[in-house]
């Protein structure tokens, strides 16, 4: 069964420093793999994808993420954080075979502190 | 280029009622995704409609129901509300791989 995992509910870190939020996934095949940044009481707001290719991928407002396929994991970084990054993190993966849908993770809440 | 529109903002209902929530895509995209997003329960794939047509449909009970009409625009409907029909659906449509989504409709069933 496919699913995605995103082993922390929340993740504290100071403005300026640099942040990661973690994800991992398990899917049989090779994967496409999102983040998605959700604010209060907004829809979700796509920040980059994984298709094929280099692992280190660069999306909206800074954002990057690691493909790394031994590891399964798919993390998403930034290298200085600020406040207005505060939001609910969301990880995603969708099969090659095209059913559709996207699993997501849990969520993690991103906190910046000033 | 405008986003994926969702209507209404809130839908407040009574147990045992129908609701119906719509959705339109972005201009171009033929493929719509429905999702619930309930507390605790996180983001689950409902249906996904495409060139008309139901391709898929998650773990969710046949009261979920939907449409695609032919402008690309859609309609999720849920019948027999129950209490924990409760939560924010969200849709997004899709060029291809990414799906972009919508604001959502808050749902509250009483």
């Known amino acids: 069964a496919q699913s995605v995992a995103q082993p922390e509910d929340q993740v504290n870190v100071a403005e300026g420093n640099p942040l990661t939020v973690k994800c991992t996934y398990s899917v049989s095949g090779n994967p496409y793999l999102f983040w998605y940044v959700q604010y209060p009481n907004r829809g979700l707001q796509f920040l980059l994808k994984?298709?094929?290719?280099?692992?280190l991928v660069k999306g909206s407002y800074g954002f990057e993420a690691e493909f790394n396929k031994s590891q399964t994991s798919f993390h998403l970084k930034k290298p200085s954080a600020l406040v207005s990054d505060s939001a609910l993190y969301f990880c995603a993966v969708r099969h090659t075979s095209n059913t559709g849908k996207l699993i997501f993770g849990q969520g993690t809440t991103l906190q910046v502190k000033p | 280029e405008a986003g994926v529109t969702q209507s209404p903002t809130h839908l407040i209902k009574t147990r045992g009622q129908q609701a119906t929530l719509r959705c339109s895509p972005i201009?171009?995209?033929?493929?719509v995704y429905w999702y619930q997003q309930a507390l605790g329960l996180g983001l689950q794939f409902l249906l996904w409609?495409?060139?008309?047509?139901?391709?898929n449909r998650g773990n969710f009970p046949p009261r979920f129901s939907g449409r695609q009409f032919p402008n690309y625009g859609s309609e999720l409907n849920v019948n027999a509300l129950e209490l924990e029909d409760s939560a924010l659906y969200l849709c997004?449509?899709?060029?291809?791989?990414?799906?972009?989504f919508g604001p959502g409709t808050r749902l509250t069933v009483l």
């Open positions: 994984y298709i094929t290719g280099d692992n």
């Open positions: 997004a449509s899709s060029p291809f791989q990414e799906q972009f």
């Open positions: 201009s171009g995209h033929t493929s």
């Open positions: 409609y495409d060139e008309g047509e139901e391709r």
